[in-house]
């Protein structure tokens, strides 16, 4: 009950907001890694890593509802989540 209490207290938007604690070489690294970005330049990657913002969550926190609107690029960087779908009948 307590965890529970403390999920729905917790509002990772507002206590991340704009946060920018990102290590930028780390980044550069795991973007290169992925497909989508292996093959762009090192400045076009700073400018990508420029726009990005570093997020923390408490576990089993909901981080996007299926059909919301897709506003941005996760990229887990420590630890594990859960993709759920639910199919429409």
Not at 33 to 46: H, R
């Amino acid at each position: 009950m307590e965890q529970e209490i403390e999920n729905k207290a917790h509002s990772s938007f507002w206590s991340n907001i704009f946060k920018k604690n990102i290590d930028e070489e780390s980044l550069i690294e795991v973007l290169r890694d992925m497909p989508p970005f292996s093959l762009i330049p090192k400045s076009l990657i700073m400018q990508i890593i420029s726009l990005m913002h570093s997020r923390q969550y408490i576990a089993h926190e909901i981080i996007f509802h299926q059909d919301d609107p897709g506003i941005g690029l996760y990229i887990i960087n420590e630890g594990t989540v859960t993709v759920e779908y639910i199919a429409s009948d």
